[in-house]
């Protein structure tokens, strides 16, 4: 069925729009799909910033001409989803990734992170990278080692002096305690 025009400006309006506020995209051939797979998917993006929108493949070819982005021509055939990731792309990627797993028509075609262009491995990498948290976890981890290795030597520094202290005393304790008696 054919749209109008206005509709087609609205769609490339609002395409425009999202490719504005996105990181990247990741698109993905659909077919075979059912409407409950495909909200799902779409329900599980939502909180990790991300949209899935079933796009017009001639449409979409237009906005990202105007915005001088290009993907590869056989990426825009046939039935096309994508995931605009509003926030981190790791999450929707692995949201994509897995949907690919558990639903035999859902193929990943690749995507855009930026303005580079990737392409179904390269999304399947993107996917298997941890959590901004964890990650950031590690750096932190990785910068606090040394800090707590110094500290823990300094302590054993000064636990040994202690000892030392501590063992001087017993034996001056001993010594005075035969000629007290």
């Known amino acids: 069925m054919a749209i109008s025009k206005q509709k087609k400006q609205e769609l490339v309006a609002l ?5 504005e506020r996105c990181q ?5 051939d659909y077919r075979g799909m059912s409407v409950a797979e495909m909200d799902e998917l779409r329900r599980t993006t ?5 949209k899935v929108q079933v796009v017009k493949n001639r449409l979409l070819a237009l906005v990202l001409k105007q915005r001088d982005l290009s993907l590869p021509a056989e990426w825009l055939i046939g039935p096309t989803a994508v995931g605009f990731c509003f ?10 990734v897995d949907t690919a797993k558990n639903q035999e028509g ?7 992170l930026g303005s580079t262009v990737i392409d179904a491995e ?4 993107i996917a298997s990278l941890p959590s901004r948290e964890v990650l950031m976890a590690q750096v932190l981890g ?9 500290a823990g030597v300094i302590a054993s520094g000064i636990r040994q002096v202690v000892n030392v202290l501590q063992a001087y005393v017993d034996k001056l304790e001993e010594q005075q305690a035969p000629a007290s008696a």
């Open 15 to 19: 395409y425009n729009e999202q490719l």
């Open 24 to 28: 990247g995209i990741i698109l993905a």
């Open 46 to 50: 939502r909180p990790l910033d991300g």
């Open 87 to 96: 926030g981190e792309v790791p999450p929707v990627a692995k949201a994509f």
């Open 106 to 112: 859902f193929q990943i075609k690749g995507g855009l």
């Open 122 to 125: 390269q999304v399947r990498a």
């Open 142 to 150: 990785t910068i606090n080692a040394p800090a707590t290795q110094t």
